[in-house]
C-alpha cells in the first residue's frame, strides 16, 4: 500500500513496485496528487487505487486488507500552508498517521515506512545534519512530521510494530512541477522554459540537499527489504550541499541561456543551511545516491 501514491514521490515509487512485480494499492484523496501520474498502471490487474483520505479509519481498515507493506507518504508537504493552517496540517499529518499505524498494527503487517523530512531539524546547529541532530523544527510542518516520527517510534517500541523512518532531504525529479508545492527547482525550470530568469529569494547563498526521487525510490526500495533498519530514522539526501546561487546558474546553464537571476526578499522561517550526514543510510541500507545534480536536473527538463 501506498499513501500518496498519486502525488510526485509516490507515483514514482508505484512505477517501481509495479514494475517489480508487486500488488500495488494506492490511497490518495487527490488533493495535491493527480491520477495523470498513475494512468499507466489503470490496466494493470495488479493495481488498485482507492480515492480516500487517511484521516478515515474506515477507509484506512479496508484498503489495508491483506497487505503486506505499508510506505505511508500521504501528508500535506507545504511549509506556507502549514503556517497558515496549522490545524488542518496536523490532522492529515499527525492523526492520518497514528490512523495508518493503529490499523497497521491491527493488521499485522510486515513493515511500516514512513516519510519524515529534514525539516525537523530546523536550522543546523553542525553541518552535515545527522540523525542525533537536535530537532527544533521552524514551520508546523516541521513540527507534524516530528510528531508522527514519535508515534512511529511508539509504535515500533510499544507494539512492535516493524517501522522505519526515512527523513528526506529536498527531493526533486520530473512529476514535482505538477505538484502545487513544487519546490524550488521546479519554480526554476518553469521560469527558464519561457526564458525568464529564475528568482531567488534571498541572497541565494542560502544551501540545500537536492536528492533525486530516483535515488529516494532506491532508499524506500532498500527500507522494506533490510531487517535491520527497523526502529531506525534515517537520514535520505545525496550529503552534496549545493547554494541556490549555485544551482540557479546550473539551470541556467542547461538551457544554454543568458539571464542572470532576479534576486528578491528573503522567505521567513527558512533555514540557512541544509546537508545531510548519509552515514547512517549507506551503513544500514547501504544506500549510495547515483544521480549527480546535473543529470538529475536534465531528466527533470526533458519531461
Ligand atoms: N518533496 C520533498 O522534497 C519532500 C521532502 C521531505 C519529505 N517529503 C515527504 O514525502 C511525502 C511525499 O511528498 P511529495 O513531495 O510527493 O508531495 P505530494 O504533495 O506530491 O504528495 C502527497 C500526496 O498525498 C496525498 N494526500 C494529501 N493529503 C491526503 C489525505 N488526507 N489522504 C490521502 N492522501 C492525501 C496528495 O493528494 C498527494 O498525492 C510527504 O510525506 C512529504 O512530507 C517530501
Not at 493503529?102 to 546547529?125: D, L, M, Q, W
Not at 527558464?192 to 526500495?221: K, S
Not at 544554454?256 to 528578491?264: A, K
Request: proline content about 4%.
Amino acid at each position: 500500500m501506498v499513501t500518496g501514491g498519486a502525488g510526485f514521490i509516490g507515483s514514482h515509487l508505484v512505477d517501481r513496485l509495479v514494475q517489480e512485480g508487486f500488488e500495488v494499492v494506492v490511497l490518495d484523496d487527490l488533493s495535491t496528487g493527480s491520477l495523470d501520474n498513475v494512468k499507466a498502471h489503470m490496466e494493470n490487474p495488479k493495481f488498485q487505487f482507492v480515492k480516500g483520505d487517511v484521516r478515515v479509519r474506515g477507509v484506512v481498515r479496508r484498503v489495508l486488507r491483506n497487505v503486506d507493506y505499508v510506505f505511508h507518504l500521504a501528508a500535506i508537504a507545504s511549509i506556507d500552508l502549514s503556517i497558515r493552517r496549522p490545524d488542518l496540517v496536523n490532522d492529515v499529518n499527525v492523526t492520518g498517521t497514528l490512523n495508518l499505524l493503529e490499523e497497521s498494527r491491527r493488521a499485522n503487517v510486515e513493515k511500516f515506512v514512513f516519510t519524515s523530512s529534514c525539516a525537523i531539524y530546523g536550522e543546523p546547529v553542525k553541518l552535515p545534519v545527522d540523525e542525533e541532530h537536535p530537532t527544533r523544527p521552524l514551520s508546523p510542518y516541521g513540527a507534524s512530521k516530528l510528531a508522527a516520527e514519535q508515534y512511529c517510534d511508539v509504535y515500533h517500541r510499544v507494539y512492535g510494530l516493524n517501522v522505519v523512518v526515512l527523513r528526506l532531504f529536498n527531493v526533486y525529479g520530473p512529476r514535482q512541477e505538477r505538484s502545487p508545492y513544487g519546490g524550488v527547482i521546479s519554480r526554476f525550470i518553469k521560469r527558464l522554459e519561457r526564458g525568464l530568469a529564475p528568482i531567488i529569494f534571498g541572497d541565494g547563498r542560502q544551501t540545500r540537499d537536492f536528492v533525486y526521487v530516483g535515488d529516494v525510490i532506491e532508499a524506500l526500495m532498500l527500507a522494506m527489504r533490510s531487517k535491520s533498519c527497523v526502529g531506525m530514522a534515517i537520514n535520505i539526501g545525496s550529503g552534496v550541499e549545493v547554494s541556490i546561487r549555485e544551482l540557479a546558474d546550473k539551470i541556467t546553464r542547461i538551457f544554454g541561456l543568458r539571464v542572470r537571476p532576479i534576486f528578491s526578499r528573503p522567505r521567513a522561517r527558512e533555514v540557512n543551511r541544509m546537508c545531510a550526514d548519509i552515514r547512517r543510510a549507506r551503513e544500514v541500507l547501504g544506500f549510495e545516491p547515483k544521480t549527480a545534480l546535473e543529470e538529475g536536473l536534465k531528466a527533470c527538463i526533458k519531461t
